[in-house]
T-cell receptor, first 112, second 112 residues
């Protein structure tokens, strides 16, 4: 069955450092991957997505890397700021399915 | 645009009571979905819809019903509430399942 999980449940970084949040998935037929940020008491907020025909995609201060060989997804945040403190979720969609499967999340804490 | 709206924000039910969680979007999105989020967990898909008149089950559909009579609305019904349904419920919408989902602010439900 489909599973999406994270290697680390918590991550603490210093302000200005780069952050890397990792995610593993199990289904090689997954065709769409997405990262969300969730602040306390709020709904998830889209960060960036990537399709399976790409290895890398960049946004503003964020980069998503997809390694299909080892079924691994990562989110890189450059120059991490206190406002980046939140829980980050990865999710993916199995090819041919209409369902997104979410991981359990990584809590990122940015220390000033 | 209001985006995705959910009502109520908070609700307390007694075991066995029924209620409907409302969700509406004004972005003309075809795809809508309901998730529940339990403490320390990611989001789990309850039901989803790829368009008006079409619904399907997600990972955890038991105890919940949905309907999609219009593009805008996607209510979630609890027929006989149970304490195990205590959770935060999020509604989301998107153009389709392979695009960014916009989440509502959530409904915090407690079943006593």
């Amino acid at each position: 069955g489909e599973s999406v999980g994270l290697h680390l449940p918590t991550l603490s970084v210093q302000e200005g450092d780069n952050s890397i949040i990792n995610c593993a998935y199990s289904n090689s037929a997954s065709d769409y991957f997405i990262w969300y940020k969730q602040e306390s008491g709020k709904g998830p907020q889209f960060i960036i997505d990537i399709r399976s025909n790409m290895d890398k995609r960049q946004g503003q201060r964020v980069t998503v890397l997809l390694n299909k060989t080892v079924k691994h997804l990562s989110l890189q945040i450059a120059a991490t700021q206190p406002g980046d403190s939140a829980v980050y979720f990865c999710a993916n969609r199995e090819g041919g399915s209409e369902k997104l499967v979410f991981g359990k999340g990584t809590k990122l804490t940015v220390n000033p | 645009n209001a985006g995705v709206t959910q009502t109520p924000k908070f609700q307390v039910l007694k075991t066995g009571q029924s209620m409907t969680l409302q969700c509406a979007q004004d972005m003309n999105h075809e795809y809508m979905s309901w998730y529940r989020q339990d403490p320390g967990m990611g989001l789990r898909l309850i039901h989803y819809s790829v368009g008006a008149g079409i619904t399907d089950q997600g990972e955890v559909p038991n105890g919940y019903n949905v309907s999609r009579s219009t593009t805008e609305d996607f209510p979630l019904r609890l027929l006989s509430a149970a304490p195990s349904q205590t959770s935060v419920y999020f509604c989301a919408s998107s153009y389709d399942s392979g695009n960014e989902q916009f989440f509502g602010p959530g409904t915090r439900l407690t079943v006593l």
